[in-house]
């Protein structure tokens, strides 16, 4: 890979970063899979390796979001050649799969299932040798990496994000986290959302170790714990509602995480006062519990506060129910502004180029002001403190955070209105068992079996669409109620059929 460094005093860009930390340390752990470790250098051979094979600017290229070395060397190799990575779970039913990459226009993919259709290059050994040979450099406003949101129409959505956005962002969150070459940081985050952004790329530009094991995803809390001690974890970037688990699982046990913690990252939807309350009662003081907030179009991470820990503020009182937890500050790449009705809208080298092939979904979520800056209009209600620090009061559409991925409910519906036996649906958020979870509320077609109608449906969704746009609960109901214009009232909808029934004298 070569390096290029910006002249213009611009951040670099992502990949010359990357190959200014293999020049550094090119002996020390890059990925440690299972035990096993891919040093800085090696990982660079294998990514060039698959940038030659790619050839110059060659388009969106799919890889198999799997936890494996292998992932990380599709998006490095990809990034060198000028390329957009598009990451394709193939746990994601086939239909589901096809959609997407027809929606991106990709022409290529790694390891996928041949029945896609696509051109298939098999990915690099390891270690592979070769010499660094010159490439032409991407241009800042190129593509990175496409990745998919919930859209009102059932179809996916694709974000395009340039080079110069993810390389901004990575530079903010290597100082955010403040990352040395001792870290460990584990690679936790699905690797088909972004998340898994701010654990790789930080961490590969910075000289530390990312860590890969099978542990992370047991289910099991025991086992979690011990890995990470056995790993010598520093950093955990964990969604939100994974935190507040294991919360409640270290106060139940009288626990606390192992010595080798310094950084806890939490995102991706509102942390409970509660479970905040609990952890400030475990011996966590030496730990940061770093709150943050972020949109797929803005980049990963845009604003960040540290709610517990050596650089928390004081408080003058524990946390309690009600409290609203805050998002944070505004990151140095990002600008932020609060319109007339309290959205908070981003923009600076943090914002998307927009929604592919889909004009009038970017036109309204992406606005430019009298200066010509482009700003991305979040959709979430924020009120600012005296200090600057962001809290999250509400979302100004239907939009919700389920499994901490942002769902349109449209989307949902869209699909469920798909089935024969379907003549009505309305599709909520609600709290099941504490988490967020979808909910659905179907009207049956006339001569419909309205009995076995709710299995059917949730069978005809797992053929078509990923797990986290598939309801927790499916009711059969014989009406929805409607808005005063004749549209379904989601909210309505839910308050009357989530209601207990009457009890029978």
């Known amino acids: ?34 035990g096993r470790n891919l040093t800085y250098r090696q990982l660079e051979l294998s990514a060039s390796s698959l940038a030659d094979r790619l050839g110059t600017a060659p388009g969106v290229v799919a890889v198999p979001a799997v936890h494996t070395p292998d ?23 086939l239909p589901r799969q096809r959609d997407m990459l027809t929606a991106v226009g990709c022409r290529t993919a790694l390891g996928l299932d041949p029945e896609l259709g696509l051109g298939a290059k098999a ?16 241009e800042p406003g190129q593509p990175a990496y496409l990745l998919f949101t919930s859209g009102s129409t059932g179809q996916p959505k694709p974000v395009v994000t340039p080079r110069r956005a993810i390389s901004a962002a990575v530079d903010s969150l290597r100082t955010l986290f403040a990352l040395t070459p001792e870290d460990r940081v584990l690679q936790f985050a699905s ?35 011990r890995m990470v001690a056995r790993e010598r974890i520093t950093v955990l970037d964990l969604p939100t509602a994974f935190w507040h688990e294991l919360v409640l699982h270290l106060a139940e046990e009288g626990g606390t995480l192992p010595a080798c913690v310094r950084l806890v990252v939490i995102g991706g939807e509102a942390a409970n006062p509660a479970r905040l309350a609990d952890w400030a009662a475990l011996d966590t003081g030496r730990i940061r519990l770093l709150n943050t907030y972020g949109s797929t179009e803005t980049t990963l991470i845009t604003h960040a506060v540290d709610l517990h820990g050596p650089l928390a503020a004081a408080r003058d009182r524990p946390w309690a129910p009600g409290d609203r937890v805050p998002i944070g500050r505004a990151l140095p790449h990002v600008r932020e502004r609060i319109d007339e009705r309290g959205e908070l809208l981003i923009g600076g080298a943090a914002v998307a180029l927009g929604y592919l092939g889909l004009p009038e979904a970017t036109g309204a979520r992406f606005t430019e002001d009298a200066e010509g ?19 999250h009061q509400g979302r100004l559409d239907g939009e919700f955070k389920v499994r901490g991925i942002r769902v349109d409910p449209a989307e949902v519906e869209a699909h469920i209105g798909g089935h024969p036996g379907v003549h009505a649906v309305a599709v ?8 967020s979870a979808l909910v659905a509320y179907v009207v049956p077609r006339a001569g419909a079996a309205a009995g076995t109608l709710g299995a059917e449906v949730r069978a005809y969704l797992r053929d078509r669409v990923p797990g986290h746009l598939v309801p927790s609960r499916i009711t059969v109901v014989p009406e929805l109620v409607l808005t005063a214009s004749g549209k379904v009232d989601r909210a309505a909808s839910h308050r009357r059929h989530s209601a207990p029934a009457p009890a029978h004298p």
Not at 71 to 93: K, N, S
Not at 373 to 391: C, E, I, K, Y
């Open 1 to 34: 890979m070569t390096n290029n460094r910006n002249i213009h005093g611009a951040t670099s860009d992502l990949i010359d970063a990357f190959t200014e930390t293999v020049r550094r340390y090119p002996a020390r752990p890059a990925i440690v899979h299972h």
């Open 71 to 93: 992932t990380v060397v599709g998006l490095l190799g990809i990034l060198a050649a000028g390329g957009a990575y598009c990451p394709v779970d193939p746990a994601f039913p």
């Open 123 to 138: 990915l690099p050994r390891l270690a592979e040798s070769r010499e660094d040979g010159e490439r032409p450099r991407p």
């Open 191 to 225: 690797l088909n959302w972004d998340t898994c952004f701010e654990e790789i790329l930080p961490t590969l530009t910075a000289g530390a170790a990312l860590v890969l094991d099978r542990e992370a995803h047991s289910g099991s809390f025991p086992r979690f714990l």
């Open 373 to 391: 800056l482009r700003w991305f209009r979040t959709g979430d209600r924020v009120s600012r403190a005296p200090d600057g620090v962001l809290t």
């Open 428 to 435: 909520t958020g609600a709290a099941l068992a504490g988490r």
